[in-house]
């Protein structure tokens, strides 16, 4: 029997990591994609045309899916509001779905060490300064409240969802390795590759560990 992917933020950097994974597992996938022309990995999943703001598309992108994955993000420092405007219309579609043709409950997302106020607390008091009084009320502050927002619109909902939270990423390859903490950024974690936290996401497929929690990984 088939199993069904649909993958938001696809043709990002961590979205395309996470699709092939899916792809290399054997798993049928969907993706929404803005411009199918300019997708890499085009052929080989379907492919729904539209913006995470278009109910619509969302809604056939997650049609006869089994799990939900989001990779979508801001793509600059500035005032996006992508994940406030597109968790609702992905959260909204996964519960109308269930509703209709039955359920699809089990929600990934990518999210950010910043979204919580807890998140550094594992951390020397100096960097927590550094980090909470500069970084997140300077050039992070948008971005920031975007993770915030998306943290509590998976808490709210009644779905199987789990936040993954890495610190900065990088472009490296995956080491296989790394810290996981329910708690708090794991002590001194200031980066991890998005192959590992691809994998990671990949992972808690069928995991039930990080059900309905934020869980940080780092290097």
Request: with cysteine.
């Amino acid at each position: 029997m088939s199993f069904t992917v649909a993958i938001f933020g696809a043709s990002g950097a961590t979205g395309t990591l996470l699709t092939q994974r899916c792809l290399s597992a054997g798993y049928l996938v969907q993706v929404l994609v803005r411009n199918p022309g300019e997708y890499s990995l085009a052929h080989r999943v379907q492919v729904v045309r539209g913006d995470v703001r278009d109910n619509f598309a969302v809604r056939q992108t997650v049609a006869g899916a089994d799990v939900v994955l989001s990779a979508l993000g801001a793509r600059s420092w500035g005032k996006e509001d992508v994940l406030e405007d597109g968790i609702p219309n992905i959260l909204a579609a996964m519960k109308r779905h269930s509703a209709l043709h039955g359920p699809v409950r089990r929600i990934i997302a990518l999210g950010s060490a910043g979204a919580l106020e807890d998140s550094l607390d594992l951390q020397p008091a100096w960097r927590r300064w550094i980090v909470k009084n500069i970084v997140y009320k300077t050039f992070l502050k948008w971005p920031v409240a975007s993770q915030v927002a998306q943290y509590k619109l998976l808490a709210a909902s009644d779905l199987d969802w789990t936040m993954v939270m890495p610190p900065m990423l990088t472009n490296g390859r995956a080491r296989g390795t790394y810290r996981v903490d329910g708690r708090a950024l794991p002590r001194n974690g200031s980066s991890i590759s998005r192959a590992d936290v691809a994998d990671f996401m990949f992972a808690q497929i069928h995991s039930d560990t990080w059900v309905r929690k934020g869980v940080y990984i780092s290097d």
